[in-house]
DNA sequence: CGCTTGACAAAGG
DNA sequence: CCCTTTGCCAAGC
């Protein structure tokens, strides 16, 4: 449907390859915004990797309502939606996907990051 | 058409 | 380890 060759419609693309990726994420990981916006070709842009997921948190269309918000958290390993109100529901989800989560609400990265490479490769028994 | 905001990231104190 | 500043880029107004 783009008939336009000139029209800038990445942005577009931007965000359906920011929800595809976390669509992706398999149970137990997570991902970064700058990691999200690096694999979606816009490096630098963590921030609007956030401004995706806040606006899939508006259309209740059951269009991003499979998507797994939780597993997508900053590069510090920890949540960035406390002070939206359901930082804690995001650990409590993680947790609950076998994510542990430090007294200061900090996880794990190097060991539960995932990446589209790895593949869907379940999490061993070793980090159980 | 330009300023302000923001689910970030990295560096410095 | 916690807090503050700077940079970055896209979307909203």
């Given at each position: 449907m783009p008939a336009e060759p000139g029209t800038t419609e990445v942005s577009g693309e931007f965000q359906a390859r920011i929800l595809a990726l976390v669509a992706r994420i398999p149970p137990g990981r997570v991902m970064t915004y700058g990691q999200l916006a690096l694999l979606a070709?816009?490096?630098?842009?963590a921030r609007q990797a956030g401004h995706v997921m806040n606006g899939l948190m508006?259309?209740?269309?059951g269009e991003g309502a499979?998507?797994?918000?939780?597993r997508v958290i900053n590069a510090q390993g920890r949540v960035s939606t406390h002070k939206l109100g359901f930082g804690d529901l995001q650990e409590r989800l993680l947790r609950a996907e076998g994510v542990p989560f430090d007294?200061?609400?900090?996880?794990?990265l190097s060991a539960r990051q995932w990446w589209p490479?790895?593949?869907?490769d379940a999490p061993p028994e070793a980090l159980f």
């Open positions: 070709g816009h490096p630098g842009a508006g259309g209740q269309d499979d998507l797994p918000w939780q007294a200061s609400g900090r996880c794990d490479e790895e593949d869907r």
